[in-house]
């Protein structure tokens, strides 16, 4: 499968594969990711309870492989032009939403979440944002047919975005400053005090939503911001709607485990943005090219998979660098230190 994928070349309309999707292949896909849903919601994390490290993994590597399988269904529907572009949508879409991870991380520590109700803000947080991603995409695809000079927009914004992701710190996020969740705040009454992981509560009679429905908000909020770049990005490699929201639907599924398996680690991960930048800018430039010269399927796999790859791995070298170093010199500083006057 491998061999046939690098050596398929994408065809149809402006290099991009054109498929016959019919309907059923629609119910099937939707059915999956609600089936997922369901499972998800009612077996696995029916009771509220604390996710430690090790299910995070284990659930984590369970979605990434419930997203990878699904490209061998797109190959024995539509064949390997197909799967190559699903492949590269699902890795654009997974790193670019580590990121998202991280700010998520962010508003949880403010609003002080406890995480065994984190996991239900975000499951509701994905539900929206599956819908709204599947939004974006159609009025995208539908914006790009109609006007083509939109990809020289979608491009530049790319390239600005890339461009931010070197020069800014999502450490800097300060979910109080949010306007949008002050406006949320001040139509619908909001209680200070948690009750479990229920978004509404009822006191002295009354309906008010709890801090985990602002939490809920600022979540989709910022969904809506990173999808802003995302579906952009992923709509450089593939133009079909079934391919987009596929790869879409099933990198985002997985975020809630990565989550808690990342939420922790921001700091090790030093390089990270900077690679996040250079694909972003590739997928920019290959949109803005694209009238003169369409890069192939299988080379944007390949770039994005060695960016990402690399950007990981000099982040964890890096921090073991650092370590080695921390731990010479505090064995510096001790054999410096003076024997007491006794020793003397």
């Not at 065809?11 to 990711?33: S, Y």
């Not at 991870?101 to 403010?110: K, N, T």
């Not at 406006?183 to 002295?204: I, Y």
């Not at 099933?250 to 485990?257: E, P, V």
């Amino acid at each position: 499968m491998i061999a046939s994928l690098l050596a398929a070349e994408s065809g149809g309309r402006e290099n991009f594969v054109v498929l016959d999707v019919r309907a059923w292949h629609w119910i099937v896909l939707l059915a999956v990711i609600v089936a997922m849903l369901l499972v998800d919601l009612l077996v696995v994390h029916r009771e509220a309870h604390e996710v430690k490290t090790k299910e995070a993994a284990i659930e984590s590597a369970i979605w990434i492989g419930c997203g990878l399988a699904f490209s061998f269904v797109v190959w024995w529907w539509f064949g390997a032009a197909a799967t190559g572009e699903y492949v590269s949508g699902y890795l654009i879409e997974k790193s670019l939403s580590i990121d998202n991870v991280f700010v998520w991380a962010l508003i949880m520590g403010y609003f002080r979440v406890p995480q065994k109700y984190q996991h239900r803000v975000l499951f509701w947080g994905i539900f929206g944002a599956l819908v709204m991603r599947a939004v974006f995409i159609f009025a995208g695809i539908a914006v790009i047919e109609r006007f083509s000079w939109v990809l020289y927009i979608f491009g530049a914004f790319l390239i600005y975005t890339a461009g931010k992701l070197i020069f800014t710190d999502n450490d800097h996020v300060d979910p109080a400053e949010s306007k949008f969740l002050k406006l949320v705040n001040r139509v619908v009454p909001t209680t200070d005090e948690l009750d479990g992981q229920k978004l509404f509560t009822r006191q002295n009679g009354k309906r008010l939503a709890t801090p985990l429905f602002s939490v809920l908000i600022l979540v989709e909020v910022t969904d809506v911001v990173f999808a802003v770049d995302s579906v952009p990005a992923v709509l450089a490699v593939s133009r079909e709607q079934f391919i987009v929201f596929a790869s879409n639907a099933f990198a985002i599924l997985g975020l809630r485990a990565l989550y808690f398996l990342l939420a922790d680690m921001h700091n090790r991960f030093t390089f990270l943005q900077q690679g996040l930048a250079i694909i972003l800018a590739f997928v920019g430039v290959k949109m803005i090219i694209a009238e003169w010269y369409h890069i192939p399927t299988w080379l944007s796999l390949v770039f994005i998979a060695i960016v990402l790859t690399a950007s990981i791995g000099f982040s964890l070298k890096y921090e073991r660098s650092l370590a080695e170093a921390e731990l010479a010199h505090e064995a510096f500083e001790h054999s410096e230190t003076p024997p007491p006057p006794s020793e003397r």
